[in-house]
């Protein structure tokens, strides 16, 4: 059974479907992201779990039980706010306390205690129970929001973008944090979030969400390597896209004429609907399946597609370097490892270069 399932679910706010017919179900003890940018409706999905909004049509369940009518406080789940919400008043130890201190009957004194020291080693806080709030560092004060949500042994645990207010290192080491302490707890996260490297990285499930719809649901890696369109593959990794339209359809692959009258050849996407011939496509192709090298040079392997152009910027991204090469196909983005490239002195802005790849390292998708 399901933690989490939703059954045709409706949420309009006047005039605008912020949940428009959407059904899904996470996987008992998952950790599951909704993705998506602002306003695609992440945050109201989860806003119906929580019970803080109630569905116009449809069902929300939790652990197999209906939640049509029950309010938040009666729910089994339990939320991690995007500013955490933590009480300045209180030292630690009464916020990660405050919501088993609201329950009736009250756990004893020697309970409370209990219960709260073990939350509070669980997220490694161990002894800072008579710390303040706003004596913390910002990791420390998520840590806290995280124990107060899990002493009261959730079903499901809902996570806002809790970690968009921390810096990118901070950020990446809760991230290994909160992958850690669910495998730990053994319970469901459901994580919202806008930043495709935090769903990827952490979820067992993610759901791509766009104007109130799912378009795709599945594991990371069906996502990034087999997207349903060209909004999923866009969303989900940097993607070089050339459009055009399907002028030859043979079993899995499809051939596109690009605008300017080109024909390149890629095979569909496992995840995607078949291509019909005159339907508008892209043919999608990662950066770090382009090869590249100085333009005088043969090509280094064998590849299906080469073209020419000249380097227009370098960026070192620390593992790798990305170039954007400006040329017959327009700006086109590609990377390759900092090992095989740094000792190079060619490959630097305004020089001629070639590059190409092999069909099959791109996808036929359709431009929506």
């Known amino acids: 059974m399901p933690d989490v399932e939703f059954r045709g679910v409706h949420r309009r706010f006047g005039p605008v479907r912020a949940v428009d017919g959407v059904s899904f179900a996470i996987t008992k003890g998952s950790f599951h992201s909704f993705l998506g940018p602002s306003g695609c409706g992440k945050t109201t999905s989860l806003r119906l779990i929580a019970g803080f909004e109630q569905p116009d049509e449809g069902d929300v ?74 004596e913390l560092s910002g990791g420390q004060q998520q840590r806290v929001a995280l124990a107060r949500a899990l002493i009261n042994r959730p079903t499901v645990l809902l996570l806002d973008e809790p970690l968009s207010a921390l810096d990118r290192k901070l950020r990446r080491d809760m991230q ?26 952490m979820s067992d499930s993610v759901a791509i969400m766009r104007d109130g719809r799912i378009v795709q649901f599945g594991a990371p890696n069906e996502l990034y390597d087999a997207p349903v369109n060209r909004y999923v593959a866009g969303f989900v990794g940097e993607t070089n896209f050339l459009a055009g339209r399907v002028v030859e359809r043979q079993d899995d692959r499809a051939s596109v004429r690009l605008d300017d009258g080109r024909v390149l050849a890629a095979p569909l996407s496992a995840g995607g609907p078949g291509l019909a011939v005159g339907e508008a496509a892209v043919i999608a192709v990662r950066p770090e399946a382009i090869q590249l090298w100085p333009g005088g040079d043969p090509a280094p392997t064998p590849l299906d597609q080469m073209f020419e152009g000249h380097i227009e910027s370098r960026i070192f991204l620390g593992d790798q370097i990305e170039f954007a090469v400006q040329g017959d196909l327009g700006r086109i983005l590609a990377r390759a490892p900092k090992a095989a490239i740094s000792v190079r002195g060619d490959l630097v802005p305004d020089t001629p270069v070639r590059f190409g790849w092999e069909n099959e390292s791109a996808l036929a998708l359709a431009d929506v």
């Not at 009250?106 to 309970?111: I, K, L, Q, S």
């Open 61 to 134: 369940l939790v652990a197999g039980v209906g939640m049509g009518g029950v309010p938040a406080y009666r729910r089994p789940v339990n939320m991690v706010f995007q500013h955490y919400a933590l009480f300045p008043h209180l030292d630690v130890f009464a916020n990660v306390a405050f919501g088993l201190r609201q329950r009736s009957p009250r756990p004893t004194r020697a309970e409370l205690g209990r219960r709260v020291d073990e939350a509070l080693a669980l997220v490694r806080l161990a002894g800072y129970g008579d710390r303040r709030a706003w």
């Open 176 to 201: 290994f944090e909160l992958q850690t302490l669910q495998r730990d707890v053994g319970i469901t996260f459901i994580l919202v979030t806008h930043d495709q490297e935090e769903a990827l990285s």
